[in-house]
């Protein structure tokens, strides 16, 4: 199988949808922590300053690892991580060597790191509670989806790479490199 050449149209499309989904992780790791705590920093913070230079990595990290894997979904997968509008193409580079769901756990990250920074314990239940809706997504809806389009690559693919917890070195496809047509999906 031999993938179509991308238009410039279909990558335009996808950069424009890819920033237009932005708003469900700004709002799941904005909105949501700022509705539960209005950003206040509880006095004196758990941990002081060392928590709240953790919570202040965490936050960053979180927002940069959402910006990459954004971007590979633009660039590399031609499409968003929307399932209104998937990628074209199975996404594995960048972050996604060492996790599938890096978009996931930077989330939980941030919030985990405003937790951390403000001193609001409430963030840290937030996040489990919002764990278990996303566990059962990613389980009951992503992964049979993705097994569908993408085949015998996307297995390969989950069976090294990790769901959650990053491998420590970056999962390379055996051969030079991984081949479009391998990685493609038609239709």
Do not use: C, D
């Amino acid at each position: 199988m031999t993938a179509s050449p991308v238009s410039a149209r279909e990558r335009q499309r996808a950069a424009i949808g890819t920033a237009v989904f932005a708003a469900a992780p700004a709002t799941a790791a904005g909105v949501v922590p700022w509705l539960l705590t209005r950003w206040k920093v509880e006095a004196p913070v758990p941990g002081g300053m060392p928590a709240q230079i953790t919570g202040a990595l965490l936050i960053g990290a979180g927002a940069a690892v959402i910006a990459n894997s954004f971007v590979h979904f633009a660039v590399e997968g031609i499409g968003t991580p929307a399932p209104f509008a998937p990628p074209k193409q199975l996404v594995v580079g960048g972050l996604y060597r060492y996790v599938r769901n890096p978009m996931y756990v930077s989330i939980a990250a941030a919030i985990a790191g405003q937790g951390l920074l403000l001193g609001q314990p409430k963030l840290f239940v937030a996040l489990g509670i919002g764990a278990v809706p996303v566990v059962a997504f990613v389980r009951l809806y992503e992964e049979p989806t993705l097994t569908r389009k993408f085949g015998a690559a996307y297995e390969e693919y989950r069976r090294n790479v990790p769901r959650w917890l990053p491998r420590l070195t970056p999962w390379r496809p055996e051969g030079p490199e991984p081949s479009r047509a391998r990685l493609s999906a038609e239709g």
